[in-house]
């Protein structure tokens, strides 16, 4: 995954920022997108933040929210 800042705009939607998402997997205990949302409500509007094959904007998005929790249940 490439190097982004934590105020990197993940839901654009919802301007939820990656730090937040972060925040709700790291000190909320988030282990998946439903949860994710509910705790910063990123993927709750369009839901093309939640993954590649539900982007549905141009340009496409460079981080979604498959990516951070893949990133971080594997590692």
Same mark, same amino acid.
């Given at each position: 995954?490439?190097?982004? @800042?934590?105020? @990197?705009?993940?839901?654009?939607? %919802? !301007?939820? /920022?990656?730090?937040?998402?972060? @925040? /709700?997997?790291?000190?909320?205990?988030?282990?998946?997108?439903? !949860?994710?949302? %509910? #705790? /910063?409500?990123?993927?709750?509007?369009?839901?093309?933040?939640? /993954?590649?094959?539900?982007?549905?904007?141009?340009? =496409? =998005?460079? #981080?979604?929210?498959?990516?951070? #929790? !893949?990133?971080?249940?594997?590692?």
């Amino acid at each position: 995954m490439a190097e982004f @800042h934590m105020s @990197h705009e993940v839901c654009t939607c %919802k !301007k939820v /920022s990656l730090g937040e998402v972060l @925040h /709700s997997i790291k000190e909320k205990g988030a282990d998946n997108i439903g !949860k994710i949302g %509910k #705790l /910063s409500d990123a993927g709750t509007v369009c839901g093309c933040c939640k /993954s590649a094959r539900d982007d549905f904007g141009e340009p =496409k =998005k460079e #981080l979604y929210l498959e990516q951070i #929790l !893949k990133k971080f249940k594997n590692g």
